[in-house]
């Protein structure tokens, strides 16, 4: 399998632009996470979906941020219009969070710089 | 409420020298997982290993081991003779098994292996 892909890997754009992060989660995978890494608030979680339905997003910053998952083998995260503090690697994850080995596994993560 | 809680922000020893990485978990749950991440410099997220609530069974993975013990609450990890490779970043995390399947992580504890 090839685990978790995203991409970019990196991502540099200029403030006020649209940015969109992309995912493709493991195959057979029911849940579907994207989460933010910064040093000043570590690891956060953005939005989860199961079974391409959005769960919580109880954790997406503000409305200049939004997630979709159309179907199983994909989804999206935009932020339009980016600004300077969005800056940090965005993670996707997926796992069979229903079934006993309910572990996550992450892609590369994307880097995103705005400048 | 659920939380976990890495009181060791940063290790460093030396090569050779064995060390353990705290993890203390709060939850009310009677169905939870326990899980170890490792984060590299390179950045990406690994999986290490799961522990499930009802499984008090110690684990041995080459030189890794984990002690998972209910009544302190606490899943502690430790490398035997550690090496420069094992510098990274230790996660670890919490999932119930209930409606919220949402992981919750501690903060990470930051270990330097030095030569």
């Known amino acids: 399998d090839a685990g978790v892909i995203q991409s970019p890997r990196h991502e540099v754009t200029e403030m006020g632009q649209e940015v969109t992060l992309r995912c493709k989660p493991i195959s057979g995978h029911n849940s579907l996470f994207w989460y933010r890494q910064t040093m000043m608030r570590g690891l956060e979680l953005l939005i989860y979906?199961?079974?391409?339905?959005?769960?919580?997003d109880s954790g997406m910053p503000e409305d200049r941020f939004s997630a979709k998952m159309p179907n199983a083998s994909f989804s999206t995260l935009k932020i339009q219009p980016s600004e300077p503090r969005d800056s940090a690697v965005y993670f996707c994850?997926?796992?069979?969070?229903?079934?006993?080995?309910?572990?996550?596994?992450f892609g590369q993560g994307t880097r995103l710089t705005v400048v | 409420a659920q939380k976990v809680t890495q009181a060791q922000t940063e290790i460093s020893v030396v090569e050779k020298e064995d060390v353990t990485l705290d993890c203390v978990y709060e939850?009310?749950?009677?169905?939870?997982?326990l899980f170890w991440y490792k984060q590299p410099p390179s950045g990406e997220l690994v999986f290490l290993i799961r522990?499930?609530?009802?499984d008090e069974q110690n684990e041995i993975s080459g030189r890794y081991s984990w002690n998972f013990q209910k009544s302190t609450s606490s899943f502690n990890f430790t490398i035997t003779a550690s090496q420069v490779v094992d510098s990274a970043v230790y996660f670890c995390a919490l999932l119930d098994a209930g409606n919220n399947r949402k992981l919750i992580w501690g903060l990470g504890t930051s270990l330097a292996v030095n030569p």
């Open positions: 939850t009310r749950d009677t169905t939870y997982y």
């Open positions: 522990r499930n609530s009802f």
């Open positions: 994850a997926s796992s069979r969070v229903t079934g006993f080995a309910p572990e996550a596994f």
């Open positions: 979906f199961n079974n391409n339905v959005p769960i919580d």
